[in-house]
């Protein structure tokens, strides 16, 4: 059974960088479709960025450019760069595995509902 836990969160400043890992634990990585969402206060969660067990990615336009995910192979963690912040990119951002998850590691949209584990979240705030 996969764990997930996320760690990187923090505060940061409009333009600003942020880096968050997913440690995984319980199964490797190169069995799941793997994805990273957020979830702003009110609002759906929303899936960000998403790599195929063949590390193709897929990301949301709205950080298109500005995020870049990546599997680090020898630590066996899902990690997500992310340059040039701005205040909407705030939210908790959740790590998730799937063996299938949907479109997501298609070239389809990410969907919370194609992914069966999820990390614990952690808080990102850009202001």
């Known amino acids: 059974h996969v764990q997930l836990v996320e760690s990187g969160g923090g505060s940061v400043q409009p333009g600003g960088s942020l880096r968050l890992s997913c440690a995984i634990s319980g199964d490797t990585y190169s069995e799941y479709c793997m994805g990273w969402f957020r979830q702003a206060p009110g609002k759906e969660r929303e899936g960000v960025a998403s790599i195929s067990k063949d590390d193709v990615p897929t990301y949301a336009s709205s950080v298109m450019g500005r995020f870049t995910i990546f599997k680090d192979t020898n630590k066996n963690r899902l990690d997500l760069q992310m340059d040039s912040l701005n205040p909407e990119d705030t939210g908790v951002y959740y790590c998730?595995?799937?063996?299938?998850?949907?479109?997501?590691?298609?070239?389809?949209?990410?969907?919370?509902?194609?992914?069966?584990?999820w990390g614990q979240g952690t808080q990102v705030t850009v202001s």
């Open positions: 998730a595995a799937d063996p299938f998850g949907g479109t997501a590691c298609t070239g389809g949209k990410a969907k919370q509902t194609d992914f069966s584990h």
